[in-house]
């Protein structure tokens, strides 16, 4: 992960996998599965949790881990609060990919959620 010198945002891309803090102290993993929008991200989030520290590298990201698939608004990526600790091929069928079914129609009727939607139901 680096960050853009003229907005100090961090930079990330489909694949990316990242960390999501839980009120319990452990993270959750996420991977970025595709630009939906300019502002928004096609995210999977998982069952699996591990220590916030964890230092960069591969993790096991398969659909029978999966909790929730979510267009999410991208501010907690691009400022770092979901710490981005590898990059891997996303393998998540696309037929489970969020307002997949709205890519067509230039994603009118697609619902967006802001990303402090997807911490609460991780915390859940």
């Known amino acids: 992960?680096?960050?853009s010198k003229e907005t100090n945002k961090r930079e990330w891309k489909p694949g990316s996998v990242f960390l999501v803090t839980q009120r319990d102290g452990l993270c959750s993993l996420g991977q970025v599965i595709d630009m939906m929008m300019s502002n928004v991200a096609s995210c999977?989030?998982?069952?699996t949790r591990v220590a916030c520290n964890v230092a960069?590298?591969?993790?096991?990201?398969?659909?029978k881990h999966l909790i929730a698939v979510l267009a999410v608004s991208r501010e907690q990526l691009?400022?770092?609060k979901w710490r981005v600790v590898g990059q891997q091929e996303v393998t998540l069928v696309k037929e489970l990919w969020p307002n997949e079914e709205y890519r067509a129609e230039q994603w009118?009727?697609?619902?967006v959620h802001d990303a402090s939607i997807a911490e609460e139901l991780l915390n859940a």
């Open 78 to 80: 691009d400022y770092g």
């Open 56 to 63: 960069n590298g591969t993790f096991e990201l398969r659909s």
């Open 1 to 3: 992960m680096t960050r």
């Open 44 to 47: 999977a989030f998982f069952d």
């Open 108 to 111: 009118v009727g697609a619902k």
